[in-house]
């Protein structure tokens, strides 16, 4: 059975305490292996690692830490197949999907590699001209990264490459569910050559190891992605040392449908939003709006394409989608369904899953569903669902359908349907989002700026911009005669 160990100081070990976890596949609940488990201790010995080793790695030419990315890239995709099986192993989604994200993490640190040389400060043409004015701009310093189970490859690298090419060393803290895809690729960075103290891992109890790290002032910054409650209380529990934080949170994705869509087009997209990762994705789709001209056409469709989904285990051939990460995922899935329907919903597909293997805790499965005589008062068109469910709500106005879409406290993405350009521009200007796929049901891409407003989040991720937010700024007023 497999067995992991934590990675401190460029080294592999097990916790002091002896303790581990086990980490299950959410297929039928089997044991994929067990996980060390840290404390304290380990983690006081991460940061005071990461401390050692910020001074040289900040200081090396930006050229050469890209080489060490570089490397690290290239073992990445060599290694891909087999960090996609783990992948699969622990987290669920079909082998194609993860071996897709897998090539997409390796994509994060290519592109970091290369953006690090891009750090360019500026000069500002003074008042005086016995005075100049420099700007640079140095890693913010040590980095704590807490990433969640839905995306537990491309996540841990969308986090770590930005961090490591700005100079700043990286204490990475995966998701207890998935924690082995992340042991792999931090081995593969070991590999490459990173030097020790500059890239940690540490797994265990996530409230210990998140409070050792930000109680420690030597921690400058924290970047997480997960759930919205958890950003609120990092970012509370960040204060006290002034940290710099960065957060993408959950979201409500709304997904309009105007009469003059190509409706092929949007159900095409659609399957792409909500099957993909088993609906489990902060930019999935949570709830559907449809110009009530075209709802019965488009529902139709909808149903056509989601009765033809073949659901099972990752690993499984021809299957579209896997299970749900945990009984904890099902039982909120089917919370919202019964919700929906005890308030007048109507099931046009679906509605109801199973359950495979001995464990209780995993091996859950949701049909692809869809939901119609659905009104803005039940939980689903307000909570994050993290499922294959579609609720469908019909408006009749352009005003309308924006004040539904706009009524979250979420911000992170959204998508529009429709055939006209004036339309799709004005829609989405007006759209309270980080991010809107028109005609596009799949915007997340290394090179954009990820992330959301109002309670989805601070900062972006991806691109030039994702680098910015592990950069400070200096400014140097230089006196000459
Ligand atoms: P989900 O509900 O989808 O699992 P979470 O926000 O709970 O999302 O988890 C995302 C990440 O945050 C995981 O790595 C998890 O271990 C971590 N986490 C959860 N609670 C805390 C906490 N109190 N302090 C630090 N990290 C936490």
Redesign the pocket.
């Known amino acids: 059975m497999r067995k992991e160990k934590l990675y401190i100081n460029g080294q592999w070990q097990e916790a002091a305490s002896g303790e581990t976890f086990d980490v299950l596949n959410p297929a039928d609940g089997s044991l994929v292996g067990k996980m060390a488990s840290a404390g304290r201790e380990e983690v006081l010995q991460a940061i005071t690692a990461a401390e050692q080793a910020l001074e040289e790695w900040a200081s090396l030419p930006a050229q050469v830490r890209a080489n060490y990315m570089k490397k690290w890239h290239q073992l990445l995709l060599e290694k891909a197949e087999k960090i996609a099986r783990t992948l699969t192993m622990e987290q669920g989604k079909p082998l194609a999907e993860a071996l897709g994200e897998v090539k997409a993490a390796a994509a994060f640190v290519e592109w970091y590699a290369e953006e690090g040389k891009r750090v360019y400060g500026e000069t500002i043409p003074a008042s005086s001209s016995r005075k100049r004015i420099l700007v640079l701009k140095q890693p913010v310093g040590i980095t704590a990264a807490?990433?969640?189970?839905?995306f537990p490859a491309s996540m841990v690298t969308r986090k770590i490459s930005p961090a490591i090419a700005a100079g700043c060393p990286v204490i990475l803290?995966?998701?207890?569910q998935t924690p082995f895809c992340a042991v792999e690729i931090i081995q593969l960075a070991h590999e490459a050559g990173i030097p020790k103290g500059v890239i940690s891992l540490l797994t265990g109890p996530?409230?210990v190891?998140?409070?050792t790290l930000l109680e420690d002032p030597r921690i400058r910054k924290v970047t997480?992605?997960?759930?919205t409650?958890?950003?609120k209380?990092?970012m509370k529990k960040s204060a006290d040392t002034v940290k710099q934080v960065s957060l993408e949170l959950g979201g409500h994705a709304p997904y309009l449908v105007f009469e003059d869509a190509d409706l092929d087009k949007a159900v095409k997209e659609l399957i792409g939003s909500k099957i993909r990762n088993c609906g489990q994705i902060c930019i999935a789709t949570n709830r559907l709006y449809v110009q009530e001209s075209v709802e019965k056409e488009l529902v139709q469709k909808l149903k056509t394409a989601f009765s033809g989904i073949k659901m099972g285990s990752g690993f499984e051939e021809d299957i579209q989608m896997g299970p749900l990460i945990d009984e904890k995922a099902y039982q909120k899935v089917q919370e919202h369904v019964e919700d929906a329907l005890s308030k007048g919903a109507t099931i046009v597909t679906g509605g109801e899953g199973f359950h495979r293997g001995e464990h209780e805790k995993a091996g859950y499965y949701y049909k692809p569903t869809i939901l119609v005589d659905v009104t803005a008062d039940m939980n689903i068109m307000k909570e994050e669902t993290f499922g294959p469910v579609v609720p469908i709500q019909r408006f009749q106005s352009e005003e309308e359908a924006l004040r539904l879409a706009n009524d979250s406290h979420y911000g992170l993405a959204s998508y529009v349907f429709t055939e006209s350009l004036s339309r799709g521009l004005r829609v989405s200007e007006k759209l309270e989002y980080g991010i809107v796929g028109l005609n596009d049901g799949g915007p997340a891409t290394v090179q954009a700026p990820f992330g959301g407003i109002k309670e989805s989040g601070l900062g972006r991720e991806g691109g030039h911009f994702g680098i910015e937010s592990f950069l400070e700024i200096k400014y140097l007023s230089i006196g000459i005669e």
């Open positions: 807490i990433t969640p189970w839905n803290k995966p998701a207890e996530p409230e190891i998140g409070d997480f992605t997960g759930s409650a958890v950003g209380k990092l």
